[in-house]
């Protein structure tokens, strides 16, 4: 197998809707980006000031209670990231540009669905550059009461595993562990919804949150089942968009990761903790190019890349979005 090369967008590709948080409309677009780029956002339109910019990193996390917020010193730029870092991810996209005129990631469909369609319309290309990656070489482990996160070394590529256990009769406990490659992102992975429960909507609302959250963008339980009309789309739903809230968390390490990530009654809170422990030792960490254990992408290189970055290192119910415990 040929040593992975980085890869990009072909051409831009947006998508409409509003934040599932901050009810805002917003427009996000993808956009090619150079080598060794990575994962940036741009925020245009912000209240008349010049467009701010800020790479997808763990140092950049301001806030993870409700979701992964970024920003710096000046204030939060985007609400909302996982999703779309996820499906940046899971298909194999190290570099892109991401330019948002809101606040807040649109939440879509509560799933990074529409982020893979998105990122299909645009494209996937090679570039002429290695691909490096982060290799996990000892366990890192982080635990708050019965919930912990671990990342250790693991053979091929990135694995993830996810256990949940919630206090509710319809989720319950629940597992997920894959080994990720673009085709399994796809199909287990990206149509899985964020949900919530009925019973902590006032909560949520006096406090600011789920003021876009609806039958459209949220999976909404109450003690015994789901209120979504179409019901569920896998029977262990829950643990999945957890996997991929983790993975969206995890691309903020700046590159690919070889290792496992463990997750037990986790969120984002926890998976933030976990890759700021991995990132602070530099004992447990090697950034390396070698073979690509995913599944290698192969197109022509692309005809015009954007912007470089040279620094490499409405349902009847409003539901609520679940805090970071399970």
């Known amino acids: 197998m040929k040593a992975g090369r980085q890869t990009t967008l072909r051409s831009q590709a947006a998508v409409s809707g509003i934040g599932v948080h901050s009810g805002a409309p917003a427009t996000l677009t993808l956009l090619p980006a150079d080598a060794n780029t990575g994962i940036v956002f741009v925020r245009s339109g912000c209240d008349g000031r010049p467009d701010r910019e800020i790479r997808a990193d763990v140092r950049s996390v301001t806030a993870t209670e409700f979701a992964t917020v970024l920003g710096d010193a000046t204030g939060p730029l985007c609400s909302t990231a996982e999703h779309v870092l996820s499906a940046l991810s899971g298909l194999g996209v190290d570099n892109a540009i991401i330019e948002l005129d809101g606040p807040e990631v ?177 004992t447990a960490w090697a950034l390396v190019e070698g073979q690509d254990t995913r599944q290698e992408i192969r197109h022509e290189a692309p005809r015009r890349p954007i912007r470089g970055h040279a620094d490499v290192a409405a349902g009847m119910a409003v539901p609520a979005y679940a805090p970071d415990v399970s």
């Open 106 to 282: 649109p939440i879509m469909d509560g799933s990074a669905a529409p982020f893979v369609a998105a990122i299909d319309r645009a494209g996937v290309v090679t570039l002429a550059a290695p691909r490096r990656y982060i290799q996990v070489l000892k366990t890192v482990r982080v635990a708050t009461g019965d919930a912990y996160g671990e990342l250790r070394p693991h053979a091929n590529g990135f694995r993830i595993e996810v256990d949940i256990d919630f206090d509710n009769a319809l989720i319950g406990r629940q597992s997920l562990a894959l080994d990720l490659d673009p085709e399994t992102f796809r199909r287990e992975l990206a149509r899985a919804r964020t949900f919530g429960f009925m019973r902590d909507v006032a909560k949520l609302w006096s406090a600011g949150y789920a003021l876009g959250a609806s039958f459209e963008n949220t999976l909404v339980i109450t003690d015994n089942r789901v209120l979504n009309p179409e019901g569920l789309r896998f029977p262990d739903e829950f643990a999945r968009h957890k996997a991929l809230d983790a993975i969206g968390d995890l691309t903020l390490a700046g590159a690919p990761l070889r290792g496992a990530y463990r997750s037990v009654r986790g969120g984002h809170k926890l998976n933030h903790a976990v890759l700021s422990a991995l990132m602070s030792d530099p």
